[in-house]
Structure formats: C-alpha cells, structure tokens
C-alpha cells in the first residue's frame, strides 16, 4: 500500500509568516509522530499522537509551533511568526501502535525561512 | 536524557568489502534499537529493528546487534555495494518514551 507522504515537499517562507505542514500516514497506523532535522543536527523529535489520546507534546520548541490529527488520520503541523531558525527539514512517521512496530517515515517538507 | 552517537561519522570503502557502523547509547533501559538509511533528499527507510530482548537480527547482507547492557549496537553491511552508499541513522526508543533518540549518522560511500 502507499506509505507515509507529505505535503508540501519545499516551502520557502518569509520570516514571520505562518505555515502549515500536512503529513497522510499510512492507513491503519494508529500512531504518527513528527520530527526535525536541522542542518549539522540529528533528528530531534516534535510531538506523537497515539488514537484519540491526548498527543505527547513534550518536544515542541516552543508554543510557535502545534499540531493537531483530525479523525485520528491526517497531521497538520502549524508554526506560527516563523524564524530562521525553524528552517529544516521536517519529517512525520507512522506506525501500527506505539508498541513494538517500526516507524515508517515520510520523504519530508523541507522548510526554508528567509 | 538519551543521548545516541554514532562512529565514524563519515566511511568510504571500496565495492565489496564488509564493513560495521557502531552506536553507543547513554541509557541502557531501551524498548527497541532501529537502524534507518537516509537518501539525499529523501526520508528514512527503516532497515532493522530490534527488541531489548534480543541480540542480534540479520536481513539480506545486513546483521544488527544489540549489547544492552554496554549500550552499544553495530550494523554489519556484508559485500557492500555501490547502491549501499547513504547516510545510516541509529535510534533508541527508550523504555516509557513514545518517540526515537537518533544519532547523527554515519555516511557511507561505497567505491565502485
């Protein structure tokens, strides 16, 4: 079946502004989280979202950024008054539970905030 | 907190050699170990995964072992290839964490 995408997979943004980004996991998967890779850094964790339990927030930066999962299918990241510092690459997976299944991972939305 | 390092952060060898990526972790209580490969420009596509109950699990020329206790794992590549050149990325889910500590990676270059 189809994997995990992603949407858009470029946005270059003017400091300020606000954005979106989308991520469609794969069907069934119950668990979806987003990540962040900076330029130089690893991948650092955002937010997961497990069925309809409140999401685990712990790793959001700061109160710019959120997200929320509609029907338990479809992410919406938001971040809002973008800085240049939020420019990277940002990655949304998916997986069957939060139990002991792997993560399967999107192609990314590369964010550049000018 | 977990941290995840990887060694050596950058590998080149020559088409046909078997080589080992290492990962260290700071904190033996894991729930699993991962290991991703990450194409220019693309995501990850997950290659192992293994339980902290188990020591090692092999896919194709690919071999992942797991010492808990130490914190360490290694990725065995087998014969490697061309088509193997790609950054590998190893991550902890930690025992009672929903999400994956990631090192930095190691990119491998395989010469043809």
């Known amino acids: 079946g189809a994997g995990v995408s992603q949407s858009p997979s470029n946005k270059v943004t003017e400091k300020g502004k606000d954005v979106e980004l989308r991520c469609d996991p794969i069907?069934?998967?119950?668990?979806l989280y987003w990540y962040r890779q900076s330029l130089g850094q690893g991948l650092e964790f955002l937010i997961y979202?497990?069925?309809?339990?409140?999401?685990?927030k712990s790793g959001l930066p700061s109160d710019r950024f959120s997200a929320e999962r509609t029907g338990g299918s479809v992410s919406t990241l938001t971040i809002q008054r973008t800085q240049q510092e939020d420019s990277a690459v940002y990655l949304c997976?998916?997986?069957?539970?939060?139990?002991?299944?792997?993560?399967?991972f999107g192609p990314g939305t590369r964010l550049t905030v000018l | 907190k977990q941290e995840v390092t990887q060694i050596p952060a950058a590998l080149s060898v020559p088409e046909g050699e078997n080589l080992v990526l290492n990962c260290s972790f700071t904190?033996?209580?894991?729930?699993?170990l991962q290991w991703f490969r990450q194409d220019p420009g693309k995501g990850l596509t997950s290659l192992l995964l293994?339980?902290?109950?188990?020591r090692e699990q092999t896919s194709g020329r690919l071999n992942a072992s797991l010492d808990k206790s130490s914190g360490r794992s290694t990725l065995y590549i087998a014969a490697s290839q061309p088509g193997d050149s790609a950054t590998y990325l190893c991550a902890v889910r930690k025992s009672g964490a929903n999400n994956l500590f990631f090192g930095t990676g190691t990119r491998l270059t395989v010469i043809p």
């Open positions: 904190d033996s209580a894991i729930y699993n």
């Open positions: 979202f497990q069925g309809n339990s409140a999401p685990d």
């Open positions: 997976a998916s997986s069957l539970d939060a139990g002991t299944d792997t993560q399967y």
């Open positions: 293994i339980q902290s109950s188990q």
């Open positions: 069907s069934g998967h119950t668990a």
